[in-house]
């Protein structure tokens, strides 16, 4: 490597925030290792992305925070347990969100489940790529049910709304959960 060229790594590195020493062309100890670091990092962030069908990933972890326990608990039950490949889209969500989907046509009611944690969007994916057909959230749906009933934690599949099907869509019934349970 030229002295330009590694000059041009180690401003790179720096900027990633993965090599703290000069900018001096001089492919040291220090440089070599930022690189590890930024290797390692990007490892990581690949499998997350990637994921893998059964444990939850970081992104999901992220994505159900604030959710209800048991819903969560749900969720990690069924990641473990189905064949099918998914992940979390969306779970608590704001009062401002709220308002953006309902001006979007995206949602109908701002009595949604999102706001207080009971509800989760999860994201279908054959052979790697998402999905919004309902036929492949039948078996999600399925599998959902299935370890519901096993846990004995009540849900409801948006995909069963005879007006607003909504097959991304699972929250805990308004039955056995209130907005404060
Ligand atoms: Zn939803």
């Given at each position: 490597m030229s002295k330009k060229h590694i000059k041009q790594s180690q401003r790179q590195l720096k900027k990633a925030g993965f090599y703290f020493g000069a900018i001096d062309g001089d492919w040291g100890a220090l440089s070599v290792k930022a690189t590890k670091k930024a290797i390692e990092s990007n490892a990581v962030k690949l499998k997350d992305e990637s994921g893998s069908s059964k444990g939850l990933t970081e992104r999901d972890k992220k994505r159900l925070a604030g959710v209800h326990k048991d819903l969560q608990r749900l969720v990690k039950h069924v990641k473990k347990t189905s064949d099918v490949d998914f992940f979390v889209g969306e779970g608590r969500r704001t009062t401002k969100r709220q308002k953006q989907l309902i001006k979007q046509a995206k949602s109908t009611t701002m009595n949604s489940r999102h706001l207080t944690g009971h509800a989760v969007d999860l994201i279908v994916r054959v052979d790697g790529k998402v999905t919004w057909k309902l036929k492949h959230y039948r078996q999600l749906a399925k599998d959902m049910k299935k370890s519901a009933k096993k846990l004995g934690i009540p849900i409801t599949w948006?995909?069963?709304?005879?007006?607003f099907k909504d097959g991304v869509h699972f929250q805990l019934s308004w039955g056995s959960y209130s907005k404060y349970t």
């Open positions: 948006g995909g069963d709304w005879k007006t």
